[in-house]
Nanobody, 123 residues
Framework: QVQLVESGGGLVQPGGSLRLSCTAS????????MGWLRQAPGKERTLVAG??????IYADSVKGRFTISRDNWRNTAYLQMDNLKPEDTAVYFC??????????????????WGQGTQVTVSS
């Protein structure tokens, strides 16, 4: 059983930055995908960024602005979000797939989820 705890959300002006953290209890295999997904009101939950067994992946909408990283020693994943835009406003979730998951682009593939943290980008 894996428990994920997120932190770091909040209110920021357009162009600002936030860093989200996700700390996992228990060991996380290198064969899983650790991802950050987001869900805006009335929209589906979608992958923003992930660390897969092949490398990192990003949604086109955040490439060049968001950076995902992982500290294996601290069992923590981070999402550095720069040049934030109003359309980035959403609840952000940290999630983990089972080992060797196939379709890590799909929210349905993720097995463990954090509680979510609100990110609001507004002036």
């Amino acid at each position: 059983q894996v428990q994920l705890v997120e932190s770091g959300g909040g209110l920021v002006q357009p162009g600002g930055s936030l860093r989200l953290s996700c700390t996992a209890s228990g060991s996380i295999s290198s064969a899983v995908t650790m991802g950050w997904l987001r869900q805006a009101p009335g929209k589906e939950r979608t992958l923003v960024a992930g660390i897969t067994r092949f490398g990192t992946i990003y949604a086109d909408s955040v490439k060049g602005r968001f950076t995902i990283s992982r500290d294996n020693w601290r069992n923590t994943a981070y999402l550095q979000m720069d040049n934030l835009k109003p359309e980035d406003t959403a609840v952000y979730f940290c999630a983990v797939t089972p080992p060797f998951a196939g379709d890590y682009l799909s929210a349905d593939e993720y097995e463990y989820w954090g509680q979510g943290t609100q990110v609001t980008v507004s002036s």
